[in-house]
């Protein structure tokens, strides 16, 4: 367990898995908004058997704090930037969920060199350009909290069902109520205001994304495409590098890596394991 201070915020985050020479990759592997590095107990172990596996909680999220700096993707990828160069832990594959998908893609864009490859995981961009205003504004209230409880329920599998499916959303849900409130609100603002459009809504976003030059493998929840109107061949023909692949999985929520560990962990590490040499 491991605190380090970056841009005035205290970002805790693990450090796993083998070291030196018996190592494969280092991953780094990126929550979503309104979540912490919890979301990857189910990844952590099997990720690490091989890997080194590095799992930070955003600043304002899970035990990091949030006390100065904004809550925007380029904010939290310059801690993780910073993160990565005080660890000596780069080049990375960064694997991110949601809003953790755009700070990946920011990563590599903009910390190309600290970037292996990313795999996005049911990734918070590729929005109908109506889509984010409406959403933003629906930040602009006394609660976000339970707005962003209302938001991210509405995204768990309704066919899910069981002890484990339900002590899953009840872990979702209480997570959100016990976060800051003007957190919530400006992480939101940051994914879905007019000046992230370039980072999260079609068309602009198709333009940043072509601009990561490594390997891209994006795994997405059917039901999430079919809500922004793409396919799963969007993202990867927006993928310069010839290894990016896509795959979508039928059936799941949002949180589909802990729906489906075991397929999902498979596919990943599968991936990885033929990613061409550095």
Known sequence: MTYTMIHGNRLFHTDEGPAGDRAGETLLLVHGGACDSHDWSAQIGAFSARHRVIAPDLRGHGRSTGMTGGMRPREFAADLAELLDGIDAGPVVVVGHSMGAVVASVLAVEHPSLVRAVVAVDPGY?????????????????????????????????????????????????????????????????????????????????????????????????????????????????????????????????????????????????????????
């Open 126 to 278: 590729g929005f109908e350009a109506e889509f984010a205003p409406q959403l933003a504004a629906a930040f602009r209230v006394p609660d976000p909290v339970g707005t962003a409880a209302a938001v991210l329920g509405g995204l768990e599998n309704p066919a899910a069902a069981g002890p484990e499916a339900e002590a899953l959303r009840v872990w979702h849900r209480r997570r959100i109520l016990g976060m800051d409130p003007m957190t919530v609100r400006d992480v939101f603002h940051g994914l879905f205001d007019e000046a992230a459009a370039p980072l999260t809504v079609r068309p602009g976003v198709e333009t940043y994304l072509s601009r990561r030059a490594c390997p891209v493998l994006s795994l997405s929840a059917a039901a999430s495409l079919k809500a922004k109107g793409i396919d799963g061949g969007w993202e990867e023909a927006l993928s310069r590098h010839p290894y990016s692949a896509s795959a979508v999985l039928e059936d799941v929520g949002h949180w589909l890596f802990q729906e489906r560990p075991a397929e999902f962990n498979a596919l990943v590490l599968g991936w990885i394991e033929g990613l061409p040499a550095a």
